[in-house]
């Protein structure tokens, strides 16, 4: 109870009572008592008689600004002002005399005298003086509106935003008032109707326009001011049609210098060159080192998948960034071809102990190629367990041959990935066959090997690999660096004489690098990352002072953004491989450079790139087969109906998590998830009432 009424020693006794309590002890003012109160008597038709009482005592007021007062009401109108739920809050005492200022019994809690339909289907406007709230009844008799006139100027914004809580407010202004009425309200379920220079109420009154002719007028501006506080909300749609600006300070001297040849040359983005690159550079240098990590050290080898649609210039790019290694693949494969030609021509004319002999002196020669395009796992794991080779890389420009190939597809695509993934972690290999078999081989285990995959495939590969769960059950999606940038097909230049008359072949950024990599693929012998009998020995790349913590400053953030309610909460798989990426990065770059440590800024650097390649991850996160719903997708559509009735647009936490679309109801971790990405998306906002949480949905939506 907010106003109580007592009387003096004359008057019966109200007792401490609310106001609702007592107001039948006040006689409803007949006509025939407005008699002095011009303003009341004149509309009196227009006004709800139960609403205008006799006061005939005085009234001791317990709150607002005049708590305490015995204020002297006898002879006084009292006009009842209700709250947004409709309950007789407090009086508008009026007088005879003009000249006496009206007196609210209760100033502490907003509170309007109400002309009009008590419920909250009608157009609910608010004025701040009787006078235009009035004349405006008069003038809109006819539409469904109610009309809630403020106690007084003062009350104004704080009655608005008290009945906005539950129905919409409209407001009127003129243009040259608009930004001062329309700021104090900023937020609130509030429409402000903007007309140019005449009020609504004149041109009601004298301009003969209808309220919807003034409301259709092209001088007329109409503003929600709820909506206007809310940001557009962005898309939610799979189609990740802004692709993450690729890191290209990431590179500094000649790697910067041929990733963008690269893009220039092929016309490709910067992203597929610096993928390619590093493909380039993880392929020849896995053999040569390995890098720091922890204690110890693990293989330098890189997972690259990249996005890229026919026609996209995968194949050009990689045609540059590759070149020598290619070169070299074909100049060992003719000298295979010629020894094994030998070789059997040699052992041809040879029987018994002579050819017996020549065997064990000269065993079959190996084929030598590492580089494989077109492939399944099983082969290449055999050749490094029969010992034909140690390093190896698979290359490709058609991602669909790794993703939809026989292996990843069959039975056995579980313990395929699982030893790509044993072979990325620890350069290791077992594959145990049935003796009994015609592939039978004693051998069963390689050490020290490595593989480097660059997968580029179009988008219609990687978007189902991207999101199935054996792939990323596995933890060979996590393992992976991941590109998906802009497709440059309609901005490329293809008839321009200067830059067609332009060779690649003739940069002298590519040919070092391309001299570089012909030292690293075809190495002195006192060069030769092997040891005296033939087995790998690589370089253990170390640290420069100060490089070390720098990397666990980085490994520590990463740490700290997995943590609830944090960015990588729901990426956890991926966000705990990205420090050893960043090392394998740094190792090999320096290691490019001629260098066998690695600086602070070598390991900083490494670092913007597997973050950049999160971020692109975090933007597949939820994709789902082209034309279908993503999560986020699903909780906004029903978010929106379900509080589509709502003013405003809200809904309880713990009804959202009961009622929720499936699979989010009642899986607490993934429904704060997606509202996170929700109110990220600027589609809600999540706010405590009181003790309980609620959901805030921005009524752009509704547009």
Not at 212 to 221: F, G, K, P, R, V
Not at 329 to 349: N, P, T, V
Not at 678 to 685: F, Q, T
Request: glycine content about 6%.
């Amino acid at each position: 109870m907010t106003t109580t009424l007592q009387t003096d020693s004359q008057e019966k006794a109200h007792g401490k009572v609310g106001l609702s309590g007592i107001l039948g002890d006040y006689p409803i003012a007949a006509i025939e008592a407005l008699s002095d109160f011009t303003i009341l008597n004149q509309n009196y038709p227009l006004l709800n008689p139960k609403s205008l009482l006799v006061i005939d005592d005085k009234i001791t007021v317990t709150k607002g600004e005049n708590a305490g007062d015995k204020l002297d009401t006898v002879g006084a109108i009292g006009m009842v002002l209700h709250n947004k739920d409709y309950e007789p809050v407090s009086l508008l005492c009026l007088y005879a005399d003009d000249h006496i200022k009206p007196l609210i019994t209760d100033t502490s809690q907003p509170s309007a005298y109400l002309i009009g339909p008590l419920n909250n289907d009608s157009e609910l406007i608010a004025v701040d003086n009787l006078d235009d709230g009035i004349a405006l009844a008069k003038c809109l008799i006819n539409e469904d509106v109610t009309i809630a006139i403020s106690p007084n100027k003062w009350l104004f914004n704080d009655t608005v935003k008290h009945f906005s809580q539950d129905r919409p407010v409209t407001i009127f202004t003129t243009l040259d008032k608009a930004n001062e009425i329309s700021k104090p309200l900023a937020g609130h379920n509030v429409k402000v109707v903007v007309t140019s220079d005449r009020t609504v109420l004149e041109h009601l009154e004298f301009g003969g326009l209808s309220y919807d002719a003034i409301l259709a007028d092209s001088e007329t501006t109409i503003v929600n001011l709820q909506a206007d506080a809310w940001d557009e909300p962005e898309s939610l749609s799979n189609d990740p049609s802004k692709p993450t600006p690729y890191p290209i300070n990431a590179f500094t001297g000649l790697l910067r210098r041929v990733i963008e040849a690269v893009a220039y040359y092929a016309q490709v983005p910067l992203a597929m060159a610096g993928q390619c690159v590093l493909g380039a550079l993880a392929h020849m240098g896995q053999r040569f080192i390995d890098a720091p990590m922890g204690h110890g050290h693990m293989p330098a080898s890189l997972i690259l998948i990249t996005e890229g649609e026919s026609g996209s210039g995968k194949t050009q790019a990689m045609g540059l960034t590759h070149f020598k290694i290619k070169e070299y693949e074909r100049q060992q494969y003719a000298s295979y071809l010629d020894d094994i030609a030998a070789w059997e021509s040699e052992k041809a004319g040879l029987k018994g102990k002579e050819l017996a002999s020549f065997l064990d002196e000269n065993p079959k020669p190996y084929n030598p190629k590492n580089l494989f395009d077109d492939a399944t796992i099983e082969p290449i794991l055999d050749r490094f367990i029969s010992g034909d080779m140690s390093n190896a890389s698979w290359t490709t420009d058609e991602a669909g041959q790794f993703f939809n190939g026989h292996t990843m597809t069959g039975d056995t695509a579980g313990s395929a990935l699982s030893a790509i993934t044993k072979l990325y972690s620890d350069g290791e290999v077992s594959r145990l066959r049935s003796q009994k078999s015609a592939y039978a081989t004693p051998q069963t285990d390689a050490h020290g090997v490595r593989m480097t995959l660059l997968l580029q495939g179009q988008r219609v590969v990687l978007e189902q690999a991207l999101t199935d769960p054996l792939m990323n059950g596995q933890g060979f999606l996590a393992r992976a660096l991941i590109a998906c940038p802009e497709d440059l097909r309609g901005q490329r230049t293809w008839d321009d004489e200067q830059r067609r008359n332009e060779s690649p072949y003739d940069n002298p950024h590519l040919v070092e690098y391309w001299l570089r990599c012909q030292t690293l693929l075809d190495p002195l012998p006192t060069n030769l990352p092997n040891d005296s009998i033939g087995n790998p020995h690589r370089i253990k790349m170390q640290w420069t002072d100060g490089a070390e913590q720098i990397f666990y400053k980085h490994m520590q953030a990463i740490e700290n953004r997995q943590a609830q309610g944090q960015t990588f909460e729901y990426l956890k798989a991926y966000a705990s491989r990205m420090a050893e990426n960043a090392s394998r990065i740094a190792s090999l770059t320096a290691f490019f450079e001629e260098r066998k440590i690695i600086t602070a800024d070598d390991i900083t650097r490494a670092f913007m790139l597997v973050e950049y390649s999160t971020a692109e991850r975090l933007r597949y996160l939820d994709a789902a087969p082209t034309g279908e719903q993503n999560y986020s997708e699903k909780l906004s559509i029903w978010l929106v109906d379900k509080a589509k009735g709502k003013n405003p647009h809200k809904l309880g936490r713990t009804y959202i998590a009961n009622n929720a679309p499936n699979p989010m109801r009642k899986n607490t971790k993934l429904l704060q998830n997606e509202l996170d990405k929700l109110e990220s998306a600027k589609h809600i906002r999540q706010e405590m009432e009181g003790r309980s949480k609620v959901i805030l949905i921005n009524p752009k939506l509704y547009d």
